[in-house]
């Protein structure tokens, strides 16, 4: 009971909304205040509507009695005949402004229209709710409002000065019956629309326009009332933006029923048309171009005039340039005085203002640098009203050409050999002297730079090339080629005495030979500055000394003709040579192996090398089992021996003594001269051994897939027969994977004469296995063949033999011939068991599936049928039917 209490008057409310709720149309707050002759503006909307989204509208006006119709959006015959002439002429309009809202225009108001104006929108609604008409109150008062200019408008321009001063004036004054405001703004037309100045609002409130808001605060542009009625524009300091056509702009404001002010009216007058002239501004050195003498005085006048009157100041500088194409900006400023008569600081230059349009140049103590032209840049100065300056002209002179002569200084340049070289590595010194100096002062310094030019036999050009020079504050400066030589101190530049500077080569190559010259500079001190004056070149001095080519002799001999294997090879190598100062000499042993060697495939193999300082070195030595088995030694300054015990038939071939002359260099170096070669000897075994030769055999070359492979490697002997003691061999198995040799051998399995068996890692499934079933037969099992085991199969034998001394000799390998083994698949053990496995599985599946059949039909389908009895009748005859 307590909550229906409580809900009613919510139900009540509510109620009360939906019956509230209906059309609604506005129109502006009564009255409306007009000024005669202005076009009036009367809107109208309407919201919270049913139906279609565009409303119509119709416009009715009473002066106190019946309405009389105006005009419709919808009816064209609505409008009355009083007001067809005005409407018809388009003098009064209704135009939309949106589906719901519309505008009647009126552009000319008059007394007659001041009345009573009724806004009526035809129901669409399905339920009348709302109001659907609303009325204004139009009044209608005399146009009171007078503006004019101070003077009238004259045809000729008003010009002016840039810098200038200037005010403009406008009256504007109303005697409307209402209680209005008036707007005035100050607008400026200098292109193709006005532009805002100053405004005194409606409010009595100054708004400057962007583009005059720093001048205004700054108090240049100014806006004041004299008297009541005239509104004065001032500007100070005018500026080329402020040239063109000046109007007054005044408004009329009244404050409309919402307490918002409203613009009634507004009107404007031309006032003046100011032209800003440019100042004229000329600037002219009074000197033509001039010659002055080195240490002599430089004077120079630039004079300015301008037609410029009042107060301003002028600001000039000058300038120096090297060449008359530079602009002002690549220019050196050389002094300069400001508007406020401030000099700039130079202690050889002076600037001295003469009188108000003459400014004095003076250089005192001019070198030949300070030659070029000359040219001074002034500009016009006016004071602003906040205290600020604005240049307004500016103007550069002409170019005055200044030569300036210097003082010839003579000097003499004399360059001399004190050490010359004999050889290579020998020093080589040179002094660059000064000699007879006239016409020097007191700040003068010599610098030195040396160059080097190469010696051709050709009448090719060479370019001299740099060494090393030296600044005006004594720097080295080093050329690229020298820099290393000199930063190792190869190379030294020194300074002997005033007049004297020294280059040193301490050891003098082949390279530096050539000639030589030097550069003395003399440099003087101007303007806080060192410049160079002159530059005297030395006549070139030679550095060359006769030369012959090395020649270097190297011979070989073989110390002992005829021996054995297992004996000691011996050989000497002698050397001479020629033309080579002091030599040393570093031999490298080589050999040039007639059979086959897998350690050096290239056939040269390098043994044993001795260096210029005697350091034995192994090169390629690989036999481990012989590491003290080579000697090289030095025997004589010019003759080494050298020695391989031991020797093995491997070692068969051409032995040679690769010999390198080296000579002393710089810095206690050696530089390598020329190389030599020897003759060969050679190592020929005189023997008549056995003659190995090895074969493959299978039984079955052909298996299938899990079957054992058997491979057997034979070796037999030619020539001699050996005892089984005396001979041993390295067996290895090699598999080319591929129905031709084109492929590189893969290792299987190795054995070598010690008993040793060695296997690789596989990466399938199959195994091998290596043994020796007799002296001189080896067999190869491949069990659980696989398909990555077919291909080509051969083995490498490596026969030893033991010598009557007792040393085991080391034969050529020799190979077999390949044997191809193929592998095949046994198609029908691969499909024995997935046959037997299919027949067991479709076996079982069968008897499951009648077992399950049955079972069905047993217990899970069975239906009971009951048999109806039959009645035993009599058929009836068809008669007595």
């Known amino acids: 009971m307590g909550h229906r209490v409580g809900s009613a008057p919510l139900l009540l409310l509510l109620l009360l909304l939906a019956f509230c709720k209906g059309r609604i149309v506005r129109v502006p707050k009564s009255p409306l205040i007009r000024v005669e002759g202005t076009e009036t503006v009367i809107p109208c909307n309407v919201t919270d509507y049913d139906g279609p989204s565009e409303q119509n509208f119709d416009w009715e006006f009473s002066q106190g009695t019946d309405f009389v119709r105006i005009v419709s959006t919808w009816d064209l015959s609505f409008t009355s005949q009083q007001y067809q002439k005005r409407v018809g002429s388009g003098e009064i309009v209704l135009r939309r402004s949106s589906n719901n809202a519309v505008f009647l225009l009126i552009k000319s108001i008059q007394p007659v229209d001041e009345g009573e104006y009724k806004c009526i929108t035809p129901s669409t609604d399905a339920t009348v709710q709302g109001n659907y008409d609303a009325t204004v109150q139009v009044k209608v008062i005399a146009d009171g409002l007078t503006v004019s200019g101070s003077k009238a408008r004259s045809s000729k321009p008003r010009k002016l000065s840039e810098g200038d001063s200037f005010e403009l004036r406008c009256s504007a004054s109303t005697i409307s019956s209402e209680h209005t405001h008036l707007q005035v703004t100050w607008e400026l037309k200098n292109g193709p629309a006005w532009q805002e100045i100053l405004s005194l609002t409606y409010e009595g409130k100054f708004q400057p326009s962007p583009e005059y808001e720093e001048r205004y605060l700054s108090g240049d542009v100014r806006l004041d009332t004299v008297a009541n009625d005239i509104y004065r524009l001032s500007v100070s300091q005018a500026l080329p933006m402020d040239e063109g056509l000046y109007r007054c702009l005044v408004s009329e404001w009244v404050k409309g029923a919402d307490s918002s002010w409203q613009k009634i009216q507004e009107k404007n007058v031309e006032v003046a048309n100011v032209v800003l002239q440019q100042t004229i501004l000329d600037v002219l050195i009074a000197t033509s171009n001039m010659s002055v003498t080195e240490r002599g005085s430089l004077d120079l006048t630039c004079n300015i005039t301008t037609d410029r009157s009042g107060i301003f100041q002028a600001q000039v500088t000058w300038y120096f340039s090297e060449s008359h194409n530079d602009t002002l900006s690549d220019a050196q400023v050389l002094l300069s005085v400001d ?54 002209v500016e103007k550069t002179s002409s170019l005055v050409s200044v030569v300036v002569t210097a003082l010839e200084l003579d000097y003499q340049i004399v360059l001399n050999a004190s050490k010359t070289p004999k050889f290579s590595d020998d020093p080589t010194e040179l002094e660059c002297r000064i000699m007879n100096a006239q016409n020097t002062e007191a700040k003068l310094r010599f610098t030195v730079s040396w160059y080097y030019r190469m010696h051709l036999r050709s009448d090719a050009v060479v370019t001299d090339e740099l060494l090393a020079a030296m600044d005006a504050d004594w720097t080295l400066l080093v050329g690229n080629k020298s820099r290393e030589r000199i930063q190792n101190g190869e190379i030294i530049f020194s300074k002997q005495a005033v007049d004297t500077f020294s280059l040193r080569i301490k050891w003098t190559s082949e390279a530096d030979r050539g000639d030589y010259y030097c550069i003395v500079s003399a440099w003087g001190w101007h303007h806080n500055n060192w410049v160079k004056t002159k530059d005297v070149i030395s006549t070139p001095v030679s550095v060359f000394w006769a030369t012959q080519d090395y020649t270097l002799t190297v011979e070989a001999v073989k110390l002992k003709p005829l021996f054995m294997a297992g004996h000691t090879f011996e050989m000497t190598c002698k050397v001479s040579s020629q033309n080579i100062k002091t030599p040393r000499y570093s031999v490298l042993i080589t050999a040039e192996k007639t059979l086959m060697d897998q350690s050096n495939p290239n056939g040269t193999t390098r043994i044993i090398s001795l260096n210029q300082d005697s350091v034995v070195r192994l090169e390629d030595w690989t036999d481990q089992t012989r590491v003290d088995g080579v000697v090289l030694e030095k025997v004589q300054e010019n003759e080494f021996r050298y020695r391989m015990y031991q020797t093995q038939m491997s070692d068969a071939g051409l032995y040679r003594c690769v010999v390198t002359a080296w000579s002393p260099g710089g810095g206690g170096m050696w530089r390598e001269a020329v190389n030599g070669l020897s003759n060969p000897i050679q190592i020929d075994f005189q023997t008549s051994g056995p003659v190995f030769n090895v074969s493959m055999h299978s039984d079955n070359p052909t298996v299938y897939q899990g079957e054992l492979a058997d491979l057997l490697c034979i070796v037999t002997i030619d020539r001699a027969a050996l005892e089984p003691d005396d001979m041993s061999f390295d067996v290895s198995w090699f598999a080319v994977h591929s129905f031709a040799l084109d492929r590189a051998p893969v290792l299987l399995a190795s054995l070598d004469r010690k008993g040793i068996v060695s296997q690789p890692r596989r990466n399938w499934s199959s195994d091998v296995s290596l043994e020796r079933i007799s002296p001189m037969e080896f067999r190869l099992r491949v069990h659980g063949s696989e398909d990555q085991d077919f291909g080509n199969h051969y083995c490498s034998v490596t026969p030893w033999v033991r010598s009557a001394t007792g040393v085991w000799q080391q034969e050529p390998e020799i190979k077999s011939k390949p044997i191809f083994i193929s592998v095949k698949m046994d198609v029908l053990n691969a499909l024995k068991y997935p046959l037997l496995i299919g027949i067991g599985l479709a076996t079982i599946i069968g008897l499951l599936s009648c077992l399950i059949g049955y079972c069905s039909s047993r217990w899970c389908c069975r239906k009971e049928i009951q048999e109806t009895r039959r009645e035993r009748r009599r058929l009836m005859s068809m008669e007595m039917d």
Do not use: T
């Not at 203002?353 to 032209?373: F, K, P």
């Not at 840049?377 to 009203?385: D, G, I, R, T």
């Open 339 to 392: 508007r406020d008569s401030v000099v700039s600081d130079s202690p050889l230059i002076s600037l001295s203002h003469v009188d108000r349009n003459s400014y004095h140049l003076l250089m005192r103590d001019v070198g030949v640098e300070d030659s070029g032209y000359y040219f001074c840049h002034a500009a016009v100065w006016v004071p602003q009203h906040n205290g600020s300056w604005h240049k307004v």
